[in-house]
């Protein structure tokens, strides 16, 4: 390795170890630790000690400008409508929450001032500023923020003629007579559903919210809580004014334009043009008079994310992911005029799976029967998850330290650790007897379940299996990833199985997988919406029309294996056993760690990676808001940002400050 390179890797790593010296935490703590770079000492020099952030002398950015691909266009402007980053992630800009978190994870006041329980997480108090307002995309003043539009939210996330379900699964899990509601809701006439609100006797009578005045939020909860501040900042509790519902009409809601919505948030979506661009304006009205915000921030659709670092690289936008053709291109180069900027972004709260599509349907509509009678059986899953070497995908991401992103499970490091300190994926690691977090690829396993799966399928299936891959048809680096991960599921043997790469033109899930066309999905992430195991695992559960991937990826609710069934059934009986246990927060995590174990185990999901990105970037990762769960990180308030961009130094140094 060259001494440059050398040096560039250890002033990177000096800053991780600060990271991982000062992890940890608690149950009811968002923010998390994370893992150093496994280098060799025998080949890299001692880590220098960072120095002090030197000041920058270039002004801070006014007028920010951030791209994002196609394939991450918006699909809805209603928060509460949502589960996908592609939407929450510029949502959340326009949203002001009960509570927000800072660079630690730490949780600090939103629109609460004041929160807390006095019995034990069975009823949790927040008392509101009377500061806030909601105005329209011009910033006209419609009506005051209340305790009231925290009631109506919830009603419209509770009403399933609303809202189809979306972010369903906290409050009901949680809030007393939440699950009641949804259920009687459920099942009466749409208009008349549609008609209720939380002003409604129904609501007020079933549902455990109380208001006993207009600037004081009262829930009730259905057993202790002990994590409900986490639930805060998660999109189910999100505001929402009866105002805009009235003005907008309940149908039409979810399809508003950015001139219909209300907005209580740093930012205005002054204007979107669909796949092509949107452009936020500093909401004049917002609360929070002392924060710092751009004067705009713009977001540009590109074709892929080459085009993404081709502009940061003409200073046309402010960051940006560096592929790994053009990091090995850098990082090899230390005479290029970007090596002194490459930096190591902070480990996302993602962790990224490859779910599997149990009732899988073929162009025509009909139903795929070899592949779903094929993913049916365990040992044909197993082959698959013990026989994928992702070394070769990891280096797409991060070649420099591929290893480093191996993920065991389901669930992110750094959500919720054990009243020793143990993390608990430290846990999950033990029960798939994989304690030191690595190493779950095995050929000589994924031969054996190869060998059994093709016995037990024989006369049912015909081999090999064709595995259905879809991916945007307009991004350059999704074919790359793609043609790596047919290599890497092919190396099972074509006799056995192949991966057909498909495409779509613009929307994964208006062209895909609401006609259940994939054979599974790969690379969707689950960052925890809350800071508990539950909130994960809960989106795998068989029959709860709640649980995101089952509904939207797997569709196991549509399985027809009786064995398939039966694992899915014990799995979730599993996991709602952790989630009564309420009083005894390391039995919780332990019975959740066998759940996610059994999950595993049974290759219903397989665990990929985690994402710490290469960059370059104008803006400094650690002034910015980071948990482990809630929907709050990319908010665009108080970062810091210099008009030339960061350099390693000055990264390791902010690390340093940060966490020192």
Known sequence: MKKNGMRLLSLLLAAMLVLTACGGGSGETPGGETTPPSTDPSTTEPPSAPSEPAETKAEPIKDFVIYHTAAGEMETLLALYSESTKDLDFLINCISPLLEIDQRGQYVPGVATEWGTEDNGLTWTFKLRDNVTWV?????????????????????????????????????????????????????????????????????????????????????????????????????????????????????LPGMENTQLWYNGPYILQEFIQGNSKTFVRNEAYWDKDCTLFD??????????????????????????????????????????????????????????????????????????????????????????????????????????????????????????????????????????????????????????????????????????????????ANQTSLDDATIIKEIVEALGTDYITLNIKTYTSSASAEVYNFRLQSWTFGNGWGALYGDPENP???????????YHSVKHSNINDATDPQLIADYQEYTALTRTAADICDDMDARYEAFAEAEAYLLNKAFVIPLNYSVNWRLTRVNDYSKMYGMCGILNPQWKNWETSEEPYTTEQYAAFAAALNG
Request: proline residues 4%; glycine residues 6%.
């Open 136 to 252: 329209d995309v011009n910033g006209n003043e419609m009506a005051k923020c209340t305790a009231h539009d925290w009631a109506t939210s919830l009603e419209w996330v509770l009403n399933y003629h609303k809202n189809d379900s979306k972010n369903s699964s906290v409050p009901r899990q949680t809030i007393a007579g939440a699950e009641e509601y949804y259920n009687l809701v459920r099942d009466m006439d749409k208009a008349e559903a549609q008609a209720l609100t939380a002003d409604s006797d129904l609501f007020k009578d079933t549902v455990g919210v109380e208001i006993p005045d207009d600037y004081t939020l009262v829930y009730h909860c259905a057993k202790n809580v002990p994590y409900f501040p986490s639930l805060a900042i998660c999109t189910a509790m999100m505001p929402l004014c009866q105002g805009q519902v009235d003005a907008v009409g309940v149908e039409k």
């Open 296 to 473: 705009t921030v713009t977001s540009l659709v590109v074709d892929d994310g080459l085009m993404g670092q081709q502009m940061f690289m003409n200073g046309e936008v402010d960051a940006c992911t560096l592929s790994e053709s053009n990091l090995r291109s850098i990082y090899d180069n230390p005479s290029s005029e970007w090596y002194p900027y490459l930096v190591e972004g902070r480990p996302t709260k993602f962790s990224y799976h490859a779910h599997f599509n149990f009732n899988k349907c073929k162009e025509d509509g009909t139903p795929d029967d070899n592949w779903n009678k094929a993913v049916a059986n365990e040992a044909f899953r197993k082959s698959i998850y013990y026989g994928m070497d992702l070394t070769n995908y990891w280096s797409r991401i991060n070649f420099i330290n591929p290893k480093g992103l191996e993920n065991l499970c389901y669930t992110m490091k750094g959500l919720v650790y054990f009243s020793d300190g143990t993390d608990y994926v430290e846990r999950v690691w033990e029960k798939l007897g994989l304690p030191e977090g690595s190493g779950r690829y095995n050929a000589e396993k994924a031969q054996q379940y190869k060998e059994q799966a093709m016995q037990e399928l024989a006369g049912e299936v015909t081999f090999p299996v064709v595995l259905d891959h879809y991916i945007s048809g």
């Open 537 to 547: 695992l809960f989106q795998e559960l068989y029959g709860d029309e709640g649980a």
